[in-house]
């Protein structure tokens, strides 16, 4: 019977995470495409991405992602190419989502210093659960049998859209992005209809050089404020914070919440984590980790905090190498 109760209340589980947001990355910036397809070639050529997100891992059945991507900036068109794949795996991996995309951004010189990149992104995604994970009552009932008699519904598979721009100069930069435009059914259950909402993010901060260096010799030293707005149905969040750059170490402080701007039924301070990252980059490669500490009623000891690990390499050869000394995008980098 107890096995029956996990069951149960794990599909329940599932039904209510169907309606709330997409994974997020702490170390948005170190996953930029993933958060707006308008970063696809903000790079001088070559860009290869891989994060991986372990979150609450103290809870059993928590949540895992991965992301992996592509991007290539050709500076003959002005134009962005990205390649995206996400991967998603909740309880113990029984519900799971992959989700393979391809992006592009054209890049609008308004003056000498600002420019102005709007994008598109359209995807192909598959959701399934491995139902051999779960225990069904008639299996208890026929004592303990291997397969249910249950309806095991098929894979679905959909199709999505997505769309961003992305305004920057040498010191600042501002950006929005709406995912699942066209709002796919992601329901594995052929006569029902779960509508993935769209998610809106809003993003943006500004670049301070500190000490010796500038902008324009591999930008220096700086301080970086940074911000990422994000809203999907009736969820939303902030993120809120600063990057000391020290080349080659970088150290960042985040605060997760809208306490006093957003409320809840539950009479608590609406706050979730203060995220601390530690990088450390070189002209080509960067590599970042960062931890969660949970601020909300999910204490610390409940969860466990959430993990998350980036990497990114970056190359160009010698002629588009010469051409990138001129090009600089003061984005944060984790």
């Not at 928590?62 to 995206?84: M, Q, T």
């Not at 794949?85 to 000498?112: D, H, K, M």
């Not at 995807?123 to 049998?145: C, P």
């Amino acid at each position: 019977m107890r096995r029956l109760i996990i069951a149960i209340s794990f599909l329940v589980g599932l039904s209510a995470s169907a309606l709330a947001q997409d994974t997020q990355f702490t170390q948005f910036y170190a996953a930029p495409t993933y958060m707006n397809p308008a970063f696809a070639g903000t790079t001088v050529q070559s860009r290869l991405s891989a994060n991986y997100r372990n979150q609450w891992p103290a809870i059993p059945g928590a949540w895992v992602a991965y992301n992996a991507s592509y991007d290539h900036y050709v500076p003959e068109f002005s134009s962005g190419f990205g390649l995206i794949a996400t991967r998603e795996q909740a309880g113990t991996g029984a519900l799971r989502s992959t989700t393979v995309g391809l992006q592009y951004a054209y890049e609008i010189q308004l003056n000498r210093e600002l420019y102005i990149r709007p994008a598109l992104q359209f995807s192909y995604s598959n959701r399934n659960i491995s139902f051999s994970n779960l225990t069904f009552s008639d299996q208890l009932i026929r004592d303990n049998a291997a397969t249910t008699l249950e309806d095991v519904p098929e894979p679905i598979n959909f199709f999505d859209m997505g769309t961003g721009v992305l305004l920057y100069s040498p010191k600042y930069w501002i950006g929005a992005a709406i995912h699942h435009l066209n709002q796919p059914n992601e329901s594995i259950y052929p006569d029902k209809t779960s509508l993935i909402p769209r998610r809106l993010s809003l993003h943006g901060g500004y670049r301070m050089k500190v000490g010796k260096g500038g902008l324009y010799r591999k930008q220096g030293n700086a301080m970086l404020f940074a911000f990422n707005y994000l809203q999907q149905a009736e969820f939303s969040q902030l993120d809120l914070g600063a990057y000391l750059e020290l080349e080659p170490i970088v150290i960042g402080l985040w605060y997760r919440g809208l306490p006093g701007i957003k409320s809840n039924n539950y009479g608590y301070i609406n706050h979730d984590a203060i995220a601390v990252m530690l990088g450390y980059g070189t002209h080509q490669f960067r590599f970042g980790y960062s931890y969660d500490i949970t601020l909300s009623q999910l204490s610390l000891g409940m969860t466990a905090g959430s993990h998350e690990l980036s990497m990114v390499y970056e190359w160009a050869n010698k002629r588009n190498g010469r051409l990138g000394k001129k090009r600089i995008i003061p984005c944060a980098k984790f």
